[in-house]
């Protein structure tokens, strides 16, 4: 719980993050206006489910009111909505405890505070960008007596003609009492504070959560499993394929007689069908192309991230990874359209179609559920219409003319196919093997490793978008995704190789989902998380959470799914080039 006379400082609510460009912050002069901002009211554990803060019946101050809009895509898409508090505050000038407003108190009034007491409502407000928390109210031991805090206490720190530092402080209890009149009132302190511009943000962060030892044991013990896991291949390469080798060209030295005699077994049995093209390969190309563009998002998003600090403006995060994502759209069609090719496939614009609205309508589709229990709780989080146009105007008129290019690009300069065996007329059939080496059971298993290197960092990344604390620590995250995609290379290229060696040549779609399997764990972990660390309730929240966790596995999956394909086509490649085939 929240000591209610001290708002929280640590606590943040949304992952504040930035637009491209950064806004240069106000430089006051005295006595200049400072605009009190007040954004949203909602249950402490849910906290994506927020209202507007005039949904609870609060009066405003009785200064003009100034209309806000959204600034950027994400401010609009996460229900940041900014009122006018009406209260006048001014530069370096101080208020004593003033009345600003006085509250009507009737009984439908009374039930709509005293439903926001009981369900533990906070409130976030803004100045000068910096956010600030403040609880609505308290009920007393036994619950019967509900009381609001009526008295605003606002402490801002100043560093020359800026804001540096903001606290409030709640007081000023008052009893819920039907057919009364409630004084609602605040006062301005304000202090000279030595805290520098740039760093002001910094009382936000958290780094005993973050640069906890357990994180940077996970990272060790990754990172220890990735030295395993490459060791293992290396040797699988060397040591075995030499033997194999050995083996090819001892048998190439024998006569007719003795070879057809000889145990003819392993891998090189397949090699003409090995580069077969897979089942559905319009679906699969599509797939690979959108795990590339994933994951070329996710790695600029970091990037950037690291290098500019995201968490300081509202929603840029959101908008920054929209921009990213339209603007690598080329590498899904390049990807999509040249694997699509050397398969052979002759329906190219449906497979672009396909490969530039996958992701796209798997998300707005979730976006479009959820919005519209949004809209029947009232909730800030609604997505306005003209947001909903300008992402559909975003999906048609950048993200799939960029595709067209990046799919002529890969059709023309690597869409032939260009294998070291041929691919035989009739395929062979496949024998019969141990249960443990069906694709299927390979596919459950291949998960668990990639899995297991990055879910203390899931824990993390859950708890700052679903719990109150502020993502900073980038460069974790930039580790942990190189460490994924080297699990995920080689535990797909071990799984191929078994799967070869048991003369089952179906190893596309085997290396792709079982790297993709991944995704099932992350979102088996999802339900942990949500039972166990969290006390989130009530349709909208759990709705939000398990929509977009599936988004979010779906997505992991997909990218882990291309990633461990790329590397496991390279070995495939590698591996048929050096053995002679009559």
């Not at 909505?81 to 003033?98: C, H, P, R, W």
């Not at 672009?352 to 798997?362: T, W």
């Not at 978008?465 to 290229?493: D, E, P, Q, R, S």
Request: a neutral charge.
């Amino acid at each position: 719980q929240i000591s209610p006379h001290r708002a929280p400082e640590v606590m943040s609510a949304t992952s504040y993050h930035t637009m491209l460009v950064l806004v240069s912050h106000l430089q006051y002069t005295d006595k200049e206006e400072v605009v009190l901002w007040m954004n949203t009211v909602g249950p402490y554990h849910n906290r994506q489910e927020t209202y507007k803060y005039f949904s609870l019946p609060f009066c405003a101050g009785s200064k003009k009111t100034i209309s806000h809009y959204h600034e950027t895509l994400g401010e609009a898409l996460q229900g940041v909505e900014l009122e006018f508090s009406g209260l006048d505050i001014k530069f370096k000038e101080e208020v004593m405890q003033t009345t600003y407003c006085e509250i009507e108190l009737d009984k439908a009034k009374r039930d709509a505070f005293v439903y926001a007491i009981k369900n533990h409502y906070w409130y976030q407000m803004y100045i000068d960008d910096l956010p600030i928390w403040g609880i609505v109210g308290e009920a007393d031991e036994n619950g019967e007596d509900h009381y609001l805090w009526t008295y605003k206490k606002l402490e801002i720190g100043f560093n020359g003609n800026r804001i540096v530092d903001v606290n409030l402080t709640s007081e000023g209890k008052v009893k819920l009492v039907p057919n009364t009149r409630i004084a609602m009132s605040y006062s301005v302190k304000w202090k000279k504070s030595d805290v520098k511009f740039e760093d002001r943000f910094d009382k936000y962060l958290d780094p005993s959560f973050f640069q906890h030892r357990i994180h940077w044991f996970s990272i060790f013990n990754s990172f220890m499993m990735v030295i395993f896991l490459v060791g293992l291949v290396s040797m699988i390469l060397m040591r075995t394929l030499r033997k194999d080798y050995a083996r090819y060209s001892k048998e190439e030295e024998m006569d007719d007689m003795d070879r057809d005699l000889g145990d003819e077994y392993g891998w090189k049995q397949v090699h003409g069908d090995v580069f077969r093209p897979s089942s559905h390969p319009l679906i699969f190309s599509s797939l690979i192309g959108s795990g590339c563009q994933i994951f070329s998002v996710s790695l600029i998003v970091i990037i950037v991230a690291i290098v500019e600090d995201l968490y300081t403006e509202r929603g840029s995060m959101l908008s920054t990874a929209i921009f990213v994502y339209a603007a690598t759209s080329p590498v899904n069609g390049y990807f999509g359209g040249s694997l699509y090719a050397k398969q052979g496939g002759r329906r190219w614009i449906k497979q672009m179609f396909i490969g530039a609205f996958m992701i796209p309508a798997m998300v707005c589709g979730t976006a479009f559920f959820i919005n519209f229990i949004a809209i029947y709780y009232h909730a800030s989080r609604a997505i306005p219409f003209g947001t909903m146009v300008a992402v559909c105007c975003i999906c048609f008129f950048v993200i799939l003319p960029l595709n067209l290019v990046g799919t002529i690009l890969g059709r023309n300069l690597s869409g032939q196919p260009n294998f070291p065996c041929r691919v035989n007329a009739v395929p062979r059939p496949i024998p019969e093997k141990k249960w443990f080496m069906e694709p299927a059971v390979i596919v459950c298993l291949g998960g668990i490793l990639p899995f297991g290197s990055i879910f203390i960092e899931m824990y993390f990344i859950f708890t700052s978008f679903w719990a109150y604390k502020i993502y900073y620590v980038y460069g974790f995250m930039m580790l942990v995704l190189v460490i994924l995609c080297i699990v995920t290379v080689c535990v797909t290229i071990v799984c191929t190789y078994f799967l070869l060696n048991a003369e089952d040549y179906r190893w596309q779609w085997t290396s792709f989902l079982s790297a993709a399997s991944t995704a099932v764990y992350v979102y088996m972990y999802s339900f942990y998380y949500y039972f166990f660390k969290t006390k989130m309730y009530g349709l909208f929240q759990t709705s939000f959470y398990f929509g977009y966790m599936a988004v979010f596995s779906t997505a992991l999956g997909i990218m882990c799914g291309a990633v461990g394909y790329m590397g496991t086509s390279a070995f495939v490649r590698k591996i048929y080039t050096n053995v002679k085939i009559d």
